[in-house]
């Protein structure tokens, strides 16, 4: 089985608690000294077996290796990456269940990550995952004051579209915004404004 590594938590001695991203569920499993394994890393995609699924503990974590990317050399392209994967964590947390859309996802953006601006497949991604979910907002309305949205916006988590005065917002014109969520490529905005996308991307989904 494979799967994303959302997140690694210490339990007694230096064994590990690991939150796994696989194609069918997000689970966590018990890893045996799991802290001593490097592989065993935040982001990190491995292939694993699974023992004791059917016990009343956690199912433990077994012949674990690494599927390693290029880019995992480049340690400011392993901080983004780490930055974009602790969001999805919380989002998917107690959702053992999942569509290998979210699974999908990140493979489609581990791959990309390293031959483009990770800033840009992490846009990207998001603005592909709220269309997944039904929640891209076309209302004309702020939604924090429910008046007209005028031509800037500032942006909220979850791209939700406001005017900037009401959220002390860097603007960017609406239909850029629009045109985002449309077209799920960020080929028309500058680097400024992705920068400031991901960092709306960092405040959660």
């Given at each position: 089985?494979?799967?994303?590594?959302?997140?690694?938590?210490?339990?007694?001695?230096?064994?590990?608690?690991?939150?796994?991203?696989?194609?069918?569920?997000?689970?966590?499993?018990?890893?045996?000294?799991?802290?001593?394994?490097?592989?065993?890393?935040?982001?990190?995609?491995?292939?694993?077996?699974?023992?004791?699924?059917?016990?009343?503990?956690?199912?433990?974590?077994?012949?674990?290796?690494?599927?390693?990317?290029?880019?995992?050399?480049?340690?400011?392209?392993?901080?983004?990456?780490?930055?974009?994967?602790?969001?999805?964590?919380?989002?998917?947390?107690?959702?053992?269940?999942?569509d290998e859309f979210y699974f999908n996802l990140l493979l489609e953006a581990s791959s990309k990550w390293g031959r483009q601006n990770p800033k840009r497949v992490a846009v990207e991604s998001y603005i592909k995952l709220l269309l997944f979910e039904g929640r891209v907002d076309f209302n004309n309305e702020c939604y924090i004051c429910q008046m007209p949205l005028e031509q800037f916006v500032g942006l909220m988590a979850g791209f939700k579209m406001c005017h900037p005065r009401c959220i002390y917002s860097p603007s960017l014109l609406k239909t850029s915004i629009i045109e985002l969520f449309q077209t799920q490529t960020t080929i028309k905005l500058n680097d400024k404004e992705v920068d400031y996308l991901f960092d709306v991307i960092l405040k959660g989904i």
């Open positions: 089985m494979k799967g994303f590594i959302l997140s690694v938590k210490n339990a007694k001695n230096e064994d590990t608690i690991v939150t796994i991203l696989s194609s069918k569920s997000s689970q966590s499993y018990y890893r045996f000294f799991g802290a001593r394994h490097s592989i065993i890393s935040l982001g990190f995609l491995i292939d694993f077996e699974v023992e004791g699924e059917d016990s009343r503990f956690l199912p433990r974590l077994r012949r674990v290796s690494h599927l390693s990317f290029d880019w995992l050399k480049d340690n400011s392209k392993i901080l983004l990456w780490h930055q974009f994967i602790t969001i999805l964590e919380p989002h998917l947390r107690d959702i053992e269940e999942l």
